[in-house]
């Protein structure tokens, strides 16, 4: 069983940059591919960003829509995933998820929201 916790969302201007963190605990970490979600109003839940596990040489992949501004990390020793949100749009704003996958498991978080406007 692993839970997860999201913070660092908030309100933030076009612009402007946020870090989510997602802390881990419950498992070996290490083994999870970690991944971000998202969220907005009235639309589907959809993929943000990605980190494999070491066995995948925690390869990173990304949406278009993000590619350039997002980063995702992890610190193993720390169970936690991170999100550096830069260059954020309007668009951005959504719940975003944490989720990790691993031995045929599928783990969520309960969502931080994060909001982009002036």
């Known amino acids: 069983q692993v839970v997860l916790v999201e913070s660092g969302g908030g309100l933030v201007q076009p612009g402007g940059s946020l870090r989510l963190s997602c802390a881990a605990s419950g498992s070996i970490f290490s083994r999870y591919a970690l991944s971000w979600y998202r969220q907005a109003p009235g639309k589907q839940r959809e993929f943000v960003a990605s980190?494999?596990?070491?066995?995948?040489?925690?390869?990173?992949n990304y949406a278009d829509s993000v590619k350039g501004r997002f980063t995702i990390a992890r610190d193993n020793a720390k169970s936690t995933v991170y999100l550096q949100m830069n260059s954020l749009k309007p668009e951005d704003t959504a719940v975003y998820y944490c989720?990790?996958?691993?031995?045929?498991?599928?783990?969520w978080g309960q969502g931080t929201q994060v909001t982009v406007s002036s």
């Open positions: 980190i494999a596990s070491a066995y995948f040489a925690y390869s990173t």
């Open positions: 989720g990790a996958q691993g031995g045929g498991n599928d783990y």
